[in-house]
């Protein structure tokens, strides 16, 4: 892959070169960054204070894309498959044009007509209009999606009460500072998967290293973050980290934290953590046998989840929902009802015998920091092997009580990125960080920032926009 990068780059710059001298400059300006760029805007006739926008985040990326376009215009490669070319091989079309003969400077005043004389040949047909118009707005759209805002919609119940199913969001992508792609060859607006056909959406032919721009802060506890499913590294599906499946959860603990959860209760580094305020912990409801209306659960978002006996009910809801339950002549008790420490459960992480946790009763885990140097012993292993292996992208063996680390056996590791620990605030129906572990640093998406539309498919027609929710802040 290293390799690989490097021919790519020299051979962008051979074809700089090249260019450059076509147009009466010495060619070793092309190998000097940021010079170079001053020189494109000299040579297309652009503003030299175009280099302002350069120093700032997202809007560089956007800008530098303009400049790069109007150089190549001054050369006369006007089509838009000249300019897709340029953007998307630029490894294979700036030699091919700074070796040809045919391909020449053609002035400042080539990027605004070719001059008088080429005039006619820059008249555009109605079709040509409306294909760049509409490929112009699709590349507006995907540079928007890719570095400042995305919306998302909310598929499960895992952030109930806080978030609902058919909430739609916007998350944002400089909160955290926005990732340049990994894998930057895919069809537009799909993620992963084509709609309809069901094939891949993305060629992993070409991946880059992870990269992310300046954001305005960190991920802070609290915080309802999008970011990619990790597991979705393993079988079947293999997909690169920014296409596997976006999942939404509350930040628990970030790196160099210690969690435990007590009885339901998460405490970070000994101190109990705040309750989301929506969340919805588990309840064993005590009736006279009579269930509540349908309507009325419904009303307080209960979810049922299953019956005891005659009398007894395990529901889901909040702390205001029970509260209002308890006023309810068929209720006779409302208690919040949390898994005992009952054993080794395989399906908690890091599902190994050592631990004996479940859903509601795990921990101390620490979190792993960039820079933090662990010791490698029957603990810590089946803690941290994935994180080395699959995320810090290490080969690794277990050789009887050793971690053999590429090809060397290893007493310590030093971790190389970020990690974080994610939750629902559904405690009880979320598959979170209490099943899988961590989450690194390059999976960060963005920030879920407030609600634009939200749509309840159950309810009749008349009823299924939920007003309120409209534009309400996540918390």
């Avoid at 760049?132 to 895992?158: C, D, H, K, N, Q």
């Avoid at 991946?207 to 992310?212: C, D």
């Avoid at 921990?363 to 140097?373: E, L």
């Avoid at 609600?451 to 309810?459: F, N, P, Q, Y």
Wanted: aromatic fraction near 14%.
């Amino acid at each position: 892959m290293v390799y690989a990068v490097v021919a790519f780059l020299v051979l962008i710059w051979a074809g700089s070169w090249k260019l450059f001298k076509k147009a009466g400059r010495p060619g070793w300006e092309a190998l000097i960054p940021g010079y170079s760029t001053y020189i494109m805007l000299k040579l297309s006739g652009r503003p030299a204070w175009w280099l302002f926008w350069l120093f700032i985040p997202v809007f560089n990326v956007i800008v530098g894309i303009g400049i790069y376009m109007d150089f190549v215009k001054s050369y006369g490669k006007f089509t838009i498959r000249q300019q897709a070319a340029a953007i998307l091989l630029p490894f294979i079309f700036l030699p091919k044009w700074g070796f040809e003969k045919k391909t020449q400077y053609l002035g400042q005043s080539a990027n605004i007509g070719f001059k008088e004389a080429h005039r006619e040949k820059l008249v555009k047909s109605s079709t040509r209009e409306w294909t760049e118009a509409i490929l112009f707005a699709m590349l507006a759209a995907t540079l928007i999606r890719t570095f400042f805002i995305e919306a998302y919609v909310i598929p499960s119940g895992s952030m109930e009460s806080s978030l609902l199913i058919g909430d739609y969001l916007f998350v944002s992508k400089v909160n955290y500072g926005p990732r340049t792609p990994i894998t930057p060859v895919s069809f537009p607006f799909a993620h992963h998967t084509m709609p309809l056909i069901n094939t891949k959406a993305y060629w992993d032919g070409i991946k880059l290293p992870y990269f992310r721009l300046p954001g305005l802060s960190t991920v802070k506890k609290g915080d309802v973050v999008v970011f990619n499913y990790p597991m979705d590294a393993d079988s079947p599906f293999y997909r690169p980290v920014d296409k596997r499946e976006n999942y939404i959860k509350r930040c628990q603990a970030t790196p160099g934290d210690t969690l435990t959860i007590i009885n339901a209760q998460v405490y970070i580094n000994g101190k109990k953590a705040l309750n989301p305020v929506d969340g919805q912990p588990a309840y064993i409801v005590h009736t006279n046998g009579q269930l509540l209306d349908s309507l009325i659960l419904r009303e307080l978002h209960i979810d049922v989840r299953q019956q005891f006996g005659d009398n007894d009910y395990e529901m889901l809801m909040t702390r205001q929902s029970a509260k209002a339950m308890s006023a309810y002549a068929n209720v006779k008790s409302v208690t919040e009802y949390y898994q005992n420490i009952s054993g080794f459960e395989e399906s908690i992480f890091p599902h190994d015998k050592h631990f004996r946790w479940t859903l509601d009763n795990l921990g101390p885990i620490i979190i792993p920091k960039k820079g933090w140097t662990i010791t490698l012993n029957d603990l810590t292993i089946p803690m941290y092997k994935r994180a080395i292996e699959v995320y810090e992208n290490n080969k690794v063996t277990i050789s009887g009580k050793d971690l053999i680390i590429n090809g060397k056996k290893a007493a310590t590791y030093t971790f190389k990125q970020d990690y974080y620990w994610m939750m629902g605030d559904n405690r009880h129906n979320s598959e979170d960080s209490r099943f899988w572990g961590f989450v690194p640093e390059d999976h960060i998406v963005g920030k879920a920032l407030f609600i634009w539309m939200s749509t309840d498919e159950i309810a009749d027609f008349l009823h299924q926009t939920r007003w309120r929710r409209i534009f309400k802040w996540i918390r």
